[in-house]
Nanobody, 118 residues
Framework: QVQLVESGGGLVQPGGSLRLSCAAS????????MGWYRQAPGEQRELVAT???????NYADSVKGRVTISRDNAKNTLHLQMNNLKPEDTAVYSC????????????WGQGTQVTVSS
């Protein structure tokens, strides 16, 4: 079993920055993908950014150039640096970890609220 705990959400003004963190624990297969997803009220959950254990990244077009994903494989931590935040970035951000082991296994954190408002 894998546990994911997010931190770093909060209220920020437009143009501001936030850094989200996710700590993973438990039985983690070393080859995996970790990422951030977000869900705004009344909307479907969408991908923000992912990063494989090998370092390959993927970003949603809506955040490219404003967001940087990083991870520390030794510490099983994932970070999301968000700059120039916009009101449309307001959502619950959730950490995800998934890997293939005879089938895909997906794990989710409880989520952290990010609110961008003046």
């Amino acid at each position: 079993q894998v546990q994911l705990v997010e931190s770093g959400g909060g209220l920020v003004q437009p143009g501001g920055s936030l850094r989200l963190s996710c700590a993973a624990s438990g039985s983690i297969f070393r080859i995996n993908t970790m990422g951030w997803y977000r869900q705004a009220p009344g909307e479907q959950r969408e991908l923000v950014a992912t990063m494989t254990s090998g370092g390959t990244t993927n970003y949603a077009d809506s955040v490219k150039g404003r967001v940087t994903i990083s991870r520390d494989n030794a510490k099983n931590t994932l970070h999301l640096q968000m700059n120039n935040l916009k009101p449309e970035d307001t959502a619950v951000y959730s950490c995800n970890l998934h890997y293939y082991s005879g089938g895909y296994l997906y794990y989710w954190g409880q989520g952290t609220q990010v609110t961008v408002s003046s």
